[in-house]
């Protein structure tokens, strides 16, 4: 297949393909994101797609802050893309061309901060991962410590991290007169807006108190809920999408029918008519950030630690085991759900019915690992903060707790027949360390990994009603396994 996606074969592609319902030539750009990997181009991008023919002012350039890849896949083909919608029924396959250019940050800095310091950016939104936002996730604030921040702080004009270029660009608008944009971010955070409020104020406090004064007063930073299972996208997946395209996509991305989006509506520079393309504006996001996190997030990582080690390599091969369904459905009902205080009108028992539907979708090759990937950044807002609301309430944890274990378990880089489990997360050489050090014992284990700060936090560590249900649970798992842990633990 010699020819590729671009501006010039769209016209040639089959008629059932969906495409850009506007004039490409005459969109400007009024976002820039950053972060620019597979969740953007089936979420928020897909989003603007959708309400572009409407106003052309809300194009996008996007950045990666690492890697080229995108940028070499997409920038040949003009920033368009495929979206993939695979459910049990069959595909939908629609060309997206929201995304009018790539940048990436360590090649091309200026450029970034240019587009970003434009006038005409009235948002900067991210998806920059947990990791990302260079904070302690137990506590939300900006890790000074960070190797990254104190990059940036020492060199302001060339910055690497997500703060770093949001910051310098606000601080060339603030020198040139020009009103802020807004930041959007669209991760996993607890309370995501107020907490890159607080990392954005504290980096900018650190170059000078004005300037901190300044972004804590002036820049809108609205929470957000977003809510899309994406796949990592496989070579299966190009070569399908290729052939029914009839050119070549080097990087199409695959999602689920379902998506939401929940947006505190605060843009004093304005904003795309997102919610005539579904998103949902509210006044108070938290209510459906915690439902969000706590049952789709905390049953996903609980599901990929416990599945992985099982040796089920996809989140529907692990739900076809129906002890796993009996475990997560007992993790939402009944310790997930009591924690949780949605507005009036909000059906949780619909929302938890279809979360078990989506996990079993067998047209999703969601992989184990995949999830399971920085859950050092990911423990505190998907079980640990449900754990904290459980405990103060004087009630059980018992799943709860085997979730933790399994994370426990998974880190140590060596998985039940002895062979290497390839841990990816920004602290795996520390914990593999400590696993090393603790030489295997359930005990030993739990007691070294429980003492990371930044994970756990001065008071989960302190108190035996977290402590010992893990450790009796991590205890089980090295001694039966998980797939007979599961079993025997019997949802109860």
Not at 83 to 90: K, T
Not at 197 to 204: E, G, N, S, W, Y
Not at 294 to 304: D, I, V
Request: glycine share 8%; aromatic share 6%; hydrophobic share 40%.
């Amino acid at each position: 297949m010699s020819d590729r996606l671009n501006e010039d074969s769209l016209a040639d592609l089959p008629e059932n393909i969906r495409r850009p319902a506007y004039d490409r030539r005459a969109v400007t750009t009024g976002i820039v994101h950053l972060g620019i990997g597979a969740f953007h181009r089936a979420h928020q991008a897909v989003y603007t797609d959708d309400v572009l023919a409407l106003d052309p002012r809300w194009g996008i350039v996007a950045a990666s802050l690492r890697s080229p890849d995108t940028f070499d896949a997409l920038a040949p083909q003009d920033g368009l893309y495929t979206l993939s919608v695979r459910s049990q029924a069959g595909e939908a396959l629609r060309i997206i061309g929201s995304i009018g250019r790539v940048i990436v940050a360590p090649r091309a800095t200026d450029d970034l901060l240019d587009a970003m310091a434009d006038p005409r950016t009235k948002i900067v939104t991210l998806t920059v991962t947990e990791k990302g936002y260079c904070h302690d996730p137990a506590t939300g604030t900006l890790n000074e410590a960070h190797p990254d921040i104190v990059h940036d702080l020492a060199y302001l004009r060339t910055p690497r991290s997500a703060p770093g270029f949001i910051v310098e660009a606000l601080r060339r608008r603030r020198r040139a007169g020009v009103p802020p944009f807004t930041v959007l971010t669209c991760d996993n955070l607890p309370s995501n807006g107020r907490t890159v409020k607080r990392v954005l104020t504290r980096f900018a406090e650190l170059i000078d108190p004005d300037l901190g004064r300044f972004v804590e007063s002036e820049v809108s930073c609205p929470s957000t809920m977003v809510d899309r299972i994406v796949p990592a996208t496989s070579d299966q997946d190009r070569q399908r999408i290729g052939e029914a395209l009839h050119v070549e996509d080097a990087w199409p991305v695959v999602t689920e029918p379902f998506t939401q989006w929940v947006i505190e509506d605060r843009f004093p520079q304005g904003r795309p008519a997102w919610e005539k393309a579904g998103a949902e504006f509210v006044a108070d996001v938290e209510p459906y950030e915690h439902m969000k996190l706590r049952l789709l997030n905390g049953s996903h990582s609980t599901l990929a630690y416990l599945g992985y080690l099982a040796g089920y390599e996809t989140v529907a091969d692990t739900m076809a085991d129906p002890a796993f369904v009996r475990l997560i459905e007992g993790l939402m009902d009944e310790e997930v759900t009591p924690t949780l205080h949605m507005p009036p009108g909000a059906d949780l028992a619909s929302y938890k019915r279809a979360l078990i539907e989506r996990f079993k979708n067998p047209a999703l090759k969601h992989r184990t690992w995949q999830i399971a990937m920085d859950g050092s950044q990911k423990l505190p807002q998907r079980l640990l903060g449900t754990v904290r609301d459980r405990l103060r309430d004087g009630a059980s944890i018992a799943r709860l707790s085997l979730g933790v274990a399994a994370w426990m378990r998974y880190v140590t880089g060596i998985d039940e027949k002895g062979a290497a489990i390839d841990v990816r997360d920004p602290m795996a050489a520390r914990l593999r360390e400590l696993a090393d050090e603790a030489g295997g014992g359930a005990e030993r284990l739990a007691h070294a990994l429980f003492g990371i700060r930044e994970i756990f936090g001065d008071d989960l560590p302190s108190d035996p009603r977290f402590t010992q249900p893990v450790t009796a649970h991590l205890a089980w798992l090295y001694e039966k396994g998980a797939r007979r842990t599961v079993a025997e633990f019997g949802g109860a």
